[in-house]
């Protein structure tokens, strides 16, 4: 069995109490870090374990943390990325619904660390019943004297609040994300300036993801070098994944970085093999916005290497045989998938999900969306491939944000190993059914 640090105890009866919390040591790592360590040396720790965002980007915490300004006499902000908006990503709501004081804890010590007197967690619209889970966590830690003035009868002091967003996956984006928390229209920001120079209000920011601040814990508690014992090279300690599709057992696994992918798809420790006996087709490693990868490559490198569940082994290749570990949605597909009906709803979603701010995204979605309609109307070309081939091409690298790239990657990537099945469907002229999609859709949004 692989080591838990963050969700050992997710299914202890009571675990979202913070009387059942403290009493599998929770919140040790505020006694600690409050009572015993400088923030400097918080900062240290983190930087030495290793740990990079669990929010898509991998950026290393420590080095982000350093990167915040510390004018005098300004405020400093803490923001948790609660948005989770990414297609095939359940980790944080996961963590969030079962265990919210460890995130509170998480938000506390890091807040410690980084000096910030107020800080927030952004929780996406959807995830309306969760966050009053962790409101109700809040509640019971400010009751206990965890948060408000003179924690733990130190002088430090710290409110946190929670912000429910509107749902709209570009607030994820952490400049959107604080545009929204101001009260505006999340549209993201041109950068730099940078949250750690210019963030919420104006004053210097860290946003990190939920899994990025509860990994705090851990490190604080046991030290950044035994946490940066477990993994393999840049990829230390552990991970939440989200594992979904065709498997036999869905749901969130937290791994230890650096087992191979094949044994995550087969064990039954883990995803427990697909579904119904049926063969691997394709995965999606990171999210619905990371390239898509055939099961040969998927489970062995170009070099015909394991491919191992780490940041450098998942990007092995680059993106013409490799992928990337993202934010650890892993979607599983079985050999009767069809990667362009799949492909339609992804293009869908990043349509309806473009801000509108930039020409390449707002028009190249939509085009990708409805030349991939055509697929699923039966009135495609094969000479629509090379056009979606053309457009994502014009979208990478010429827009504000990475929703560009989001919307881009998955489609380049889908042609690149899947083209003769774009080809077999134009040329076939037949109807594929996704009306469904319409009426979940409504369902949905009522
Ligand atoms: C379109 C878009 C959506 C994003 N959604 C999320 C999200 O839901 N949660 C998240 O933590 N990061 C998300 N990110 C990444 C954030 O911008 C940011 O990098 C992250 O919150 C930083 O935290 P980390 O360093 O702990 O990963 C998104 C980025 C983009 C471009
Ligand atoms: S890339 Fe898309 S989502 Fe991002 S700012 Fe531009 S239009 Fe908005």
Avoid at 263 to 275: A, K, W
Avoid at 366 to 395: C, H, P, R, Y
């Amino acid at each position: 069995m692989g080591k838990k640090l963050l969700i050992e105890h997710a299914n202890v009866p009571g675990i979202e109490t913070l009387e059942v919390y403290r009493s599998t040591g929770g919140y040790a790592s505020v006694e600690k870090a409050l009572k015993s360590m400088t923030p400097e040396q918080i900062v240290n720790e983190v930087k030495v374990s290793g740990l990079r965002g669990r929010g898509g980007a991998g950026f290393p915490t420590g080095l982000k943390w350093s990167f915040l300004a510390k004018p005098e006499g300004v405020a400093r902000y803490l923001v948790c990325n609660a948005d989770e908006s990414e297609p095939g990503t359940f980790k944080d709501r996961y963590l969030m619904e079962k265990i919210p004081h460890l995130l509170i804890e998480g938000m506390i010590t890091s807040s410690f660390a980084l000096g910030a007197k107020a800080a927030y967690i952004y929780i996406r619209g959807e995830y309306f019943y969760v966050a009053r889970i962790v409101e109700k966590a809040i509640a019971e830690a400010y009751a206990a004297g965890l948060l408000g003035k003179n924690i733990l009868g130190t002088d430090y002091s710290l409110d946190l609040y929670v912000q429910i967003g509107a749902g709209a996956y570009i607030c994820g984006e952490e400049t959107a994300l604080l545009e929204s928390l101001e009260g505006k229209r999340g549209n993201p920001r041109i950068k730099p300036p940078f949250p750690a120079i210019a963030g919420l209000y104006g004053c210097p920011t860290v946003v990190n993801n939920v899994e990025t601040i509860a990994a705090v814990v851990p490190i604080v508690n046991d030290g950044g070098e035994a946490y940066a014992k477990i993994g393999i090279g840049k990829s230390t300690g552990t991970k939440l994944i989200s594992a979904s599709g065709h498997i036999n057992k869905p749901g969130v696994y937290e791994i230890e970085m650096g087992i191979t992918v094949e044994d995550f798809i087969y064990s039954e420790e883990y995803c427990g093999g697909i579904r119904n006996g049926k063969k691997l087709k394709a995965v999606v490693a990171g999210g619905s916005s990371v390239p898509i990868l055939p099961a040969d490559l998927i489970l062995k490198t170009a070099k015909g290497e394991p491919r191992l569940m780490t940041y450098e082994s998942l990007s092995d290749g680059g993106f013409i045989t490799g992928s990337m570990m993202g934010s650890g949605g892993f979607i599983v597909m079985d050999e009767d998938t069809s990667i362009v009906k799949n492909l339609f709803t992804f293009a869908r979603f990043y349509h309806h999900e473009s801000c509108g701010q930039c020409s390449p995204c707002r028009e190249g979605t939509g085009w990708m969306e409805k030349i991939l309609k055509k697929f699923m109307n039966g009135t495609a070309n094969e000479s629509d491939v090379d056009l979606l081939w053309d457009i994502q091409s014009k979208i990478e690298g010429k827009t504000i944000c990475p929703l560009g790239e989001a919307a881009a990657w998955p489609v380049a990537a889908a042609i690149r190993h899947f083209k003769q099945e774009f080809i077999d469907i134009a040329k076939s002229k037949k109807f594929i059914d996704v009306s469904h999609y319409n009426r979940l859709n409504k369902l949905v949004k009522g």
